[in-house]
T-cell receptor, first 114, second 113 residues
Framework: KQEVTQIPAALSVPEGENLVLNCSFT??????LQWFRQDPGKGLTSLLL?????REQTSGRLNASLDKSSGRSTLYIAASQPGDSATYLC?????????????FGQGTRLTINP | NAGVTQTPKFRVLKTGQSMTLLCAQD?????MYWYRQDPGMGLRLIHY???????AKGEVPDGYNVSRLKKQNFLLGLESAAPSQTSVYFC????????????FGPGTRLTVT
């Protein structure tokens, strides 16, 4: 059974720092990996999607990497800002019972202190 | 485009009552999903649909029913609500071809007393 783990569960850093969020998964047979952002009381916003054949994706100050063989992904946030404060979720797309589905980690709650 | 919308945003039910949550998307997506999010449990898939008129069970389908009568709408029903169904419910949609990027609605916060 695919399991997705995000460590740490919470992270607090001063504004301006570069930081890395971690995501690990137990089965390397994935189609893609997606990083989401969730603000309190809101839905999920897709940040980056990495196909299984890709090593990384970049969007602005965000860079996501994928190492399928080791079952790991990282989300790098450069020059963090208070507006980056949110919960970050990773999810892997896998084949379960004949259909492709997302399996989510429990998220890392990020706080950027001014 | 409104994207994915959900109705209602909040609801309080008494045990045993029924209700229907409505999800609508205007992106012409074939696939639609219902998730629940609980503290410490993450997001779990309840039911999903790969097209109009089709539905399938996800990870936690018990106590819920769904219908996809129109491509743009996906309904989640609770026939007899239980306190264990207190949760935040999210709807999502995606295209039927890769990369299957999912787009989420804002959520419905349901409390069952």
């Amino acid at each position: 059974k695919q399991e997705v783990t995000q460590i740490p569960a919470a992270l607090s850093v001063p504004e301006g720092e570069n930081l890395v969020l971690n995501c690990s998964f137990t089965d390397s047979a994935i189609y893609n990996l997606q990083w989401f952002r969730q603000d309190p009381g809101k839905g999920l916003t897709s940040l980056l999607l990495i196909q299984s054949s890709q090593r990384e994706q970049t969007s602005g100050r965000l860079n996501a990497s994928l190492d399928k063989s080791s079952g790991r992904s990282t989300l790098y946030i450069a020059a963090s800002q208070p507006g980056d404060s949110a919960t970050y979720l990773c999810a892997v797309r896998v084949q379960i019972q004949g259909a492709q589905k997302l399996v989510f980690g429990q998220g890392t709650r990020l706080t950027i202190n001014p | 485009n409104a994207g994915v919308t959900q109705t209602p945003k909040f609801r309080v039910l008494k045990t045993g009552q029924s209700m229907t949550l409505l999800c609508a998307q205007d992106m012409n997506h074939e696939y639609m999903y219902w998730y629940r999010q609980d503290p410490g449990m993450g997001l779990r898939l309840i039911h999903y649909s790969v097209g109009e008129g089709t539905t399938a069970k996800g990870e936690v389908p018990d106590g819920y029913n769904v219908s996809r009568l129109k491509k743009q709408n996906f309904l989640l029903g609770l026939e007899s609500a239980a306190p264990s169904q207190t949760s935040v419910y999210f709807c999502a949609s995606s295209y039927w071809t890769g990369p299957y990027e999912q787009y989420f609605g804002p959520g419905t916060r349901l409390t069952v007393t």
